[in-house]
């Protein structure tokens, strides 16, 4: 690890990570006219936005910052992969990593595993459906278009939601910030599918102003605790394949999770392969029909 590395990874534990996120989470939510267009005229150059999909085009056309950063599409710009039991990649982006959930723990980097009951907020019971499993963690550049979608159609069984730090998520920290993705501040939502449960949990991150989603907007829970939230009711809220389920205030990572012998990851996808929302990345071996 180099110098330069070394002190990314210290600072990361020195800075005061919840304030500096409010305060970048209140820059991104203003209005003032001048300040919004020169930040998001900047991003744009910065980190090459394309945007040309955008169905806005113009930093005027956007309320703020976070109006823009979570911009939607022109129709047809992320078409659904078709076909009997395809999975398709929820969000753009690149895969961080991506295989088997072995003993109970996910592949973090070189040298770096983090326990899956952790990730999914403590309860080995909520996390013993995943075990021997399959996991693909999906990182979100700035530039990315930074809607999450569904990879499959799903029934919302449970939503936790996980207090934790805000560290950086890159691939340094990655490789040197042990149980990262667990340690985060993170949304898990458990969805129930022909598939088998699949879990998708959105991971916070320092500077993320905060996580949406679509059955209860703006996550801000009054205190800084863990809150499970049962949606197993009579009025069931089933999103489809390729509706979107949230959305980041800024960017992060979202870690797939998925059964025992559900699903086949597509062959050549691996780390570091490029991801665009509603492209195929798996197939399911079995469906609840077959059980």
């Known amino acids: 690890m180099t110098f330069q590395q070394k002190a990314f990874i210290a600072l990361q534990y020195l800075l005061p990570q919840h304030l500096l996120s409010r305060l970048v989470g209140w820059l991104a939510a203003s209005e003032i006219r001048w300040l919004k267009n020169s930040f998001i005229n900047f991003f744009i150059d910065q980190y090459e936005v394309n945007m040309a999909e955008a169905r806005r085009k113009s ?14 599409l022109e129709d047809g710009a992320r078409p659904l992969a078709s076909g009997d039991g395809v999975v398709v990649s929820p969000a753009d982006g690149a895969v961080s990593q991506l295989g088997e959930i072995r003993n109970g723990r996910i592949f973090q980097a070189k040298g770096q595993d983090y326990s899956l009951t952790e990730l999914l907020g403590g309860d080995s019971k909520r996390a013993e459906a995943f075990m021997g499993g399959e996991f693909a963690t999906i990182y979100l550049s700035p530039k990315d278009y930074h809607r999450v979608h569904m990879p499959v159609t799903g029934t919302l069984r449970e939503v936790i939601y996980v207090p934790g730090d805000l560290f950086s998520v890159n691939k340094t920290t990655a490789e040197n910030v042990p149980r990262l993705f667990a340690r985060n501040e993170r949304l898990v939502a458990i969805f129930d599918t022909e598939h088998g449960p699949m879990a998708m949990v959105l991971v916070g991150a320092m500077i993320v102003a905060a996580i949406e989603t679509v059955w209860a907007g703006l996550i801000t829970p009054p205190k800084r605790e863990l809150k499970v939230t049962d949606f197993s009711n009579p009025q069931p ?36 392969s490029p991801l665009r929302m509603g492209e195929a990345v798996a197939m399911a071996t079995r469906t609840e029909a077959e059980d």
Request: proline share 0%.
């Open 59 to 72: 930093a005027d056309e956007f309320r703020c910052f976070n109006d823009f950063f979570t911009r939607e």
């Open 237 to 272: 809220i089933t999103l489809q394949q390729g509706e979107e389920m949230g959305r980041f205030l800024l960017g992060s990572t979202v870690v797939l999770c998925f059964g025992k012998d559900t699903i086949r990851w597509q062959e050549g996808l691996q780390a570091d």
